[in-house]
T-cell receptor
Framework: TQLLEQSPQFLSIQEGENLTVYCNSS?????LQWYRQEPGEGPVLLVT?????EVKKLKRLTFQFGDARKDSSLHITAAQPGDTGLYLC????????????FGKGTKLSVIP | DAGVIQSPRHEVTEMGQEVTLRCKPI?????LFWYRQTMMRGLELLIY????????DSGMPEDRFSAKMPNASFSTLKIQPSEPRDSAVYFC???????????FGQGTRLTVV
């Protein structure tokens, strides 16, 4: 099973600060996805990265896929209280890579 | 589209009772996942169906857990007998095909007392 390690596990910051969270593995992934989960809801996809070194931007969120496709990062600029949630990375795994395995996530709290 | 629909949203049951969780995937999606989420272990994949066929159930914790997908629009996850350590939020997710977005339901919060 390909494991995804996320760090930090918890992060509490003030509104307006910048932050970066990480998703690492010892295995190569053909792609990685980032999801955000709010309390009482299921995870919702933010972005999929496919190419090594790829950078994708979603408003104040910047996602990067490592050159070796073993890691990814999510950078948030000028965090807002609405960014609060659990950020999960996920990648294909299992025989045939048909399954979707998640990291444990980073729980972000943005304090007004 | 209504999205992935799970029922019930909350379930409280006594240890030893049978629990059945239900899921209606998005129409046209050929893959369905059941996950369990806890603080300690995060999102754990329990079982994966493709075209209604269970492909990998290695994540199912014990024989007390079973899942079925009798048709493309319905799946169940059953726990019999339930135990307090089964308390968690259970999510169902579906997707159209591999490497596409997985859409999650709102989950069923199960409490076994």
């Amino acid at each position: 099973t390909q494991l995804l390690e996320q760090s930090p596990q918890f992060l509490s910051i003030q509104e307006g600060e910048n932050l970066t969270v990480y998703c690492n593995s010892s295995s190569v992934f053909s792609s990685l996805q980032w999801y955000r989960q709010e309390p009482g809801e299921g995870p919702v996809l933010l972005v999929t990265v496919v190419t090594g070194g790829e950078v994708k931007k979603l408003k104040r969120l910047t996602f990067q896929f490592g050159d070796a496709r073993k890691d990814s990062s999510l950078h948030i600029t000028a965090a807002q209280p609405g960014d609060t949630g659990l950020y999960l990375c996920a990648g294909p795994s299992g025989a045939g890579s048909y399954q979707l395995t998640f990291g444990k996530g980073t729980k972000l709290s943005v304090i007004p | 589209d209504a999205g992935v629909i799970q029922s019930p949203r909350h379930e409280v049951t006594e240890m030893g009772q049978e629990v059945t969780l239900r899921c209606k995937p998005i129409s046209g999606h050929n893959s369905l996942f059941w996950y369990r989420q806890t603080m300690m272990r995060g999102l754990e994949l329990l079982i994966y169906f493709n075209n209604n066929v269970p492909i990998d159930d290695s994540g199912m914790p014990e024989d007390r857990f079973s899942a079925k997908m009798p048709n493309a629009s319905f799946s169940t996850l059953k726990i019999q007998p339930s135990e307090p350590r089964d308390s968690a939020v259970y999510f169902c997710a579906s997707r159209r095909q591999e490497n596409t977005e997985a859409f999650f339901g709102q989950g069923t919060r199960l409490t076994v007392v």
